[in-house]
């Protein structure tokens, strides 16, 4: 068990520029959650999938981000034209439905995005 | 919609002492799960402990208890005995026990440990 990790850590752009993030869940995990951490605040949902389907989604994920999770196991986050307002931490977590509703999510170490 | 408050920004306290962090939430459900986790400096998140709502008993994990009280909405943290790994960012956060899918964090409370 190598934990959820994430590329990459870090990543500069500029506006207006795409970016794709990844992240790979622990292996066993069919459940996927992608978060969003902004300085001085918690996480906030964006989406989760079960497997590769998408079976939620936030207010807060526009039309210029789009998640995959084409093979039920690792997922990207792609950020289109991207404004500064979307800089901020990318977090990923996963866990397993078989763990009920009590189950943990285990978070990776963020993917940090600086929109210039 | 539920939403989960954390008044303190940020709390210091000595080597070896107590301290409580608070927490504060509203939701109309009656089910739900607690939850404190730690986000040190330039690392992942991990839980620290959780509560089930349904349970009245508090929940402990060595060092770190919560005071859960559900009619009040008030779910602290006590951390005994503080140790220097303990500074980081720590995170009040609430589900849904019906829902899979999100976990409503706060803003957080900074942790400064001085030795």
């Known amino acids: 068990d190598t934990g959820v990790s994430q590329n990459p850590r870090h990543k500069i752009t500029k506006r207006g520029q795409n970016v794709t993030f990844r992240c790979d869940p622990i292996?066993?995990?069919?459940?996927l959650y992608w978060y969003r951490q902004t300085l001085g605040q918690g996480p906030e949902f964006l989406t989760y999938f079960q497997n590769e389907a998408q079976l939620e989604k936030s207010r807060l994920l526009s039309d210029r981000f789009s998640a995959e999770r084409p093979k039920g196991s690792f997922s990207t986050l792609e950020i289109q034209r991207t404004e500064q307002g979307d800089s901020a931490m990318y977090l990923c977590?996963?866990?397993?439905?078989?763990?009920?509703?009590?189950?943990?999510?285990?978070f990776g170490p963020g993917t940090r995005l600086t929109v210039l | 919609a539920q939403t989960v408050t954390q008044s303190q920004p940020e709390m210091s306290v000595q080597e070896a002492e107590t301290v409580t962090l608070s927490c504060t939430y509203d939701t109309s459900e009656s089910d739900y799960y607690l939850f404190w986790y730690k986000q040190p400096p330039s690392r992942q998140m991990i839980l620290v402990i959780r509560q089930e709502a349904y349970k009245q008993q508090n929940a402990t994990e060595n060092r770190f208890s919560v005071n859960f009280q559900k009619a009040a909405k008030s779910f602290s943290l006590k951390i005994s005995d503080s140790q220097l790994g303990d500074a980081a960012m720590y995170f009040c956060a609430y589900k849904d026990r019906n829902r899979d899918d999100k976990i409503i964090f706060g803003k957080g409370t900074r942790l400064h440990i001085l030795p």
């Open positions: 977590a996963s866990n397993s439905a078989a763990g009920g509703p009590n189950n943990e999510q285990f």
């Open positions: 292996s066993e995990h069919n459940r």
